[in-house]
Nanobody, 128 residues
């Protein structure tokens, strides 16, 4: 079965850190443009970051810049989102997505329609 599976979410206090994982199952995520999105209750889904190792591109949303790092481990077929200095406003369900194409671009990395394949999400709760 071809799917993306996120994990690593949980509850953390403000200022804490979490590392989210997104594993490709049944196919390889290597070389694809992989995006991370989040959706807070009552809000629209927003782009957080994107990564393409094929083009050595990493893109971060302004709201997260300096606090998150996206990376990929090809041996584990996994993409990571390391989040530091978390704030209560970071509370959301986080999703990874695959464009099934190698190119990422800063002008549309946060457009959901640019991605073809999505995971089920992992919930992050940050308390003050």
């Amino acid at each position: 079965q071809v799917q993306l599976v996120e994990s690593g979410g949980g509850s953390v206090q403000a200022g804490g850190s979490l590392k989210l994982s997104c594993v490709g199952s049944g196919y390889t995520v290597q070389r694809n443009c992989m995006g991370w999105f989040r959706q807070a209750p009552g809000k629209e889904r927003e782009g957080v970051a994107a990564l393409s190792t094929s083009f050595a591109i990493t893109i971060y949303a302004d709201s997260m810049k300096g606090r998150v790092t996206v990376s990929e481990d090809n041996a584990k077929n996994t993409v990571y989102l390391q989040m530091n200095s978390l704030k209560p406003e970071d509370t959301a369900t986080y999703y990874c997505a695959d464009r099934l194409d190698s190119f990422c671009d800063g002008t549309w990395y946060d457009n959901e329609k640019a991605y073809s394949f999505w995971g089920q999400g992992t919930k992050v709760t940050v308390s003050s």
